[in-house]
């Protein structure tokens, strides 16, 4: 059974950190693995995959975001500095099936297996 569980959200104000983790179980995960996010009235978008140290982020994070997986693959970093207002969502933590690699600028339907989210909250 696959299982990915999220922690570390919260609410900060405009221009501070946090560091979001997604512990990883099973055995028909794939080494590909991204995080996504979920504003209010919005579509699920990209943040950002990794795979094989290998990492694509959205434009948007690009210099803000970094993702980062422990050597053991296991547990899925997304360190956010710098936050804005518009980075207020719900983050999903996602990993492909076995034997499924990454790509440039993934979907989430992509992905097959999703963490339960944690939630972001920037202000002011």
């Known amino acids: 059974q696959v299982k990915l569980e999220e922690s570390g959200g919260g609410s900060v104000e405009i221009g501070g950190s946090l560091r979001l983790s997604c512990a990883a179980s099973?055995?028909?995960?794939?080494?590909?693995m991204g995080w996504f996010r979920q504003a209010t009235g919005k579509e699920r978008e990209r943040v950002g995959t990794?795979?094989?140290?290998?990492?694509d982020s959205a434009d948007s994070v690009k210099g803000r975001f970094i993702i980062s997986q422990d050597n053991a693959k296991t547990t899925l970093y997304l360190q956010l500095d710098r936050l804005k207002p518009e980075d207020t969502a719900m983050y999903y933590c996602?990993?492909?099936?076995?034997?499924?690699?990454?790509?440039?600028?993934?979907?989430?339907?992509?992905?097959?297996?999703w963490g339960q989210g944690t939630q972001v909250t920037v202000s002011s």
């Open positions: 099973g055995t028909y995960i794939s080494g590909c």
């Open positions: 990794i795979m094989q140290g290998i990492v």
């Open positions: 996602a990993a492909r099936r076995q034997g499924n690699y990454c790509v440039r600028q993934m979907a989430p339907a992509d992905f097959h297996y």
